[in-house]
Nanobody, 120 residues
Framework: QVQLVESGGGLVQPGGSLRLSCAASGSIFSTHTMGWYRQVPGQQRELVATITSASSTNYADSVKGRFTISRDNAKNTVNLQMNSLKPEDTAVYYC??????????????WGQGTQVTVSS
C-alpha cells in the first residue's frame, strides 16, 4: 500500500523560510517522479515543483529562485526548501508520486497535505 506523509508546515512571516518533508513508501520512491503541489480553498491544485528518479527538476515560474526540491533515496524522503516566502504562497501543500506505464497507465498518489501560512 502506497503512503505519503507530509510534515514541516506552519506559520511564517513574509521573507521567512520553511522546509517541507514527505516520507514515501520504499517500494515506489526510486521509480516515481515526486512532486509538491499546493491548493488554496476555491482554487485548482497547482504544481509547485517536481523531481524525477534521475533528479531532473521542474518548478512553477512563481517559485523559481526561491524554492528547491530534493530527494534522499536512502531515507525515502522528498523535501521542499522554501525561502523568501510571500503571502501568496499560503496554501495546503501536498506531496505527490507519479509514474506512467504503457500497460497500467498513469499511477498518481497523494499525501494528506500540510498547511503553510505566510502572514505578519
Amino acid at each position: 500500500q502506497v503512503q505519503l506523509v507530509e510534515s514541516g508546515g506552519g506559520l511564517v512571516q513574509p521573507g521567512g523560510s520553511l522546509r517541507l518533508s514527505c516520507a514515501a513508501s520504499g517500494s515506489i520512491f526510486s521509480t516515481h517522479t515526486m512532486g509538491w503541489y499546493r491548493q488554496v480553498p476555491g482554487q485548482q491544485r497547482e504544481l509547485v515543483a517536481t523531481i524525477t528518479s534521475a533528479s531532473s527538476t521542474n518548478y512553477a515560474d512563481s517559485v523559481k529562485g526561491r524554492f528547491t526540491i530534493s530527494r534522499d533515496n536512502a531515507k525515502n524522503t522528498v523535501n521542499l526548501q522554501m525561502n523568501s516566502l510571500k503571502p501568496e504562497d499560503t496554501a495546503v501543500y501536498y506531496c505527490n508520486a507519479r509514474r506512467t506505464l504503457v500497460v497500467l497507465g498513469t499511477q498518481t498518489y497523494w499525501g494528506q497535505g500540510t498547511q503553510v501560512t505566510v502572514s505578519s
